[in-house]
Structures are given as structure tokens and as C-alpha cells.
């Protein structure tokens, strides 16, 4: 069964930034399209950004809002994707996941909670 495995939240200042992990077993990076996920308090998941399989996938921001201040990536082992999150809003707050950008999905990970102090 994959697994996936989210960290690096955390409580930061408006205007701040954080870097988001999201470790995957098997060979899911290699193979899948992936995804960053947020769930904002009290609202559904929606997907904020994606990269395509492979060494080379490049990445796509989803969410309008965030264009231009987060970015998607992966290692070069291919283990991996991360989420570089700078000029934090308040609208940035939620728990964020890592799954494949489309269904099926994998079972999901805890995910890692984002707060942005105003």
C-alpha cells in the first residue's frame, strides 16, 4: 500500500514562508502526476498545484490565488514532492495533503497544518 507522508507546517507571520514535504513510498513520483492538496477550516480539499510523472515533470499551479508564490517539485531521487510557499496570507491557512492530482487516489496522509498570523 503507498504511503504518504506530509510535514513542514507550521505557524508562520503574514507575509512569511514555509517549505512543505511530502515523502511517498513505492514509485509513486516516477510514475504518477501528483499533487498538493489544502483544506482550508471548515471547507473541502481543493487542489493547489501538480507535477507530472518522471524526472522531467513539470509542475502547474492550480489554484489562481497562489500563482506566483508557491511553487511545486521534486527530488532528483524521485522520493518526494515539495511545496515552496512564500508571501503567506491568511487565505493560505488549512491542512495541506500530497496525492495523485486526479482520481483514484491513494489513501490519504495526515497532512501538515498551515497557520498564518496576521
Known amino acids: 500500500q503507498v504511503k504518504l507522508v506530509e510535514f513542514g507546517g507550521g505557524l508562520v507571520p503574514l507575509g512569511g514562508s514555509l517549505r512543505l514535504s511530502c515523502v511517498a513510498s513505492?514509485?509513486?513520483?516516477?510514475?504518477?502526476?501528483m499533487g498538493w492538496f489544502r483544506q482550508p477550516p471548515g471547507k473541502e480539499r481543493e487542489l493547489i498545484a501538480t507535477?507530472?510523472?518522471?524526472?522531467?515533470?513539470?509542475?502547474?499551479i492550480i489554484k489562481d490565488s497562489v500563482e506566483g508564490r508557491f511553487t511545486m517539485s521534486a527530488n532528483r531521487e524521485m522520493t518526494a514532492v515539495y511545496l515552496q510557499m512564500n508571501d503567506l496570507k491568511p487565505e493560505d491557512a488549512g491542512v495541506y495533503y500530497c496525492n495523485t492530482a486526479s482520481d483514484p487516489h491513494f489513501h490519504w496522509g495526515p497532512g501538515t497544518q498551515v497557520t498564518v498570523s496576521s
Open positions: 513505492a514509485d509513486v513520483v516516477r510514475t504518477s502526476t
Open positions: 507535477r507530472r510523472s518522471g524526472t522531467y515533470g513539470t509542475a502547474r
